[in-house]
């Protein structure tokens, strides 16, 4: 059965850096296309970072410079690095895997795997 399970959530303060991960069983990461997404309280989830199996890297912009997805192919392991961590970060961090269309790479409904969430808050 395909498991992802993140972890690495937490409190911390504004301008902190967290580093979100996310380990695969069942199902090879580099094979997929991964993302992340986050829904803050109230809020519908939204896409925050996307890495394809071509490479290619997606970001939104409210993270853009600040947040890095990457993979560690020899541990089956996607990670969300944070940095400049601000308050309106603060939601439940999701990933995703899936063979997706390009133009739903954004979009939450064209991934079929998707972990449990892992809490991030940001206090100001």
């Known amino acids: 059965q395909v498991q992802l399970a993140e972890s690495g959530g937490g409190l911390v303060q504004t301008g902190d850096s967290l580093t979100l991960a996310c380990s695969a069983s069942?199902?090879?990461?580099?094979?997929?296309?991964m993302a992340w997404f986050r829904q803050a309280p109230g809020k519908d989830r939204k896409f925050v970072a996307a890495?394809?199996?071509?490479?290619?890297?997606y970001y939104d912009d409210s993270v853009k410079g600040r947040f890095t997805i990457s993979r560690d192919n020899a541990k089956n392991t996607m990670y969300l690095q944070m940095n400049s961590l601000k308050p309106e970060d603060t939601a439940v961090y999701s990933c995703?895997?899936?063979?997706?269309?390009?133009?739903?790479?954004?979009?939450?409904?064209?991934?079929?795997?998707w972990g449990q969430g892992t809490q991030v808050t940001v206090s100001s």
């Open positions: 995703a895997a899936g063979t997706v269309i390009l133009s739903r790479t954004r979009d939450e409904s064209g991934y079929a795997y």
């Open positions: 069942e199902l090879t990461l580099s094979r997929r296309d």
């Open positions: 890495r394809r199996r071509d490479g290619h890297l």
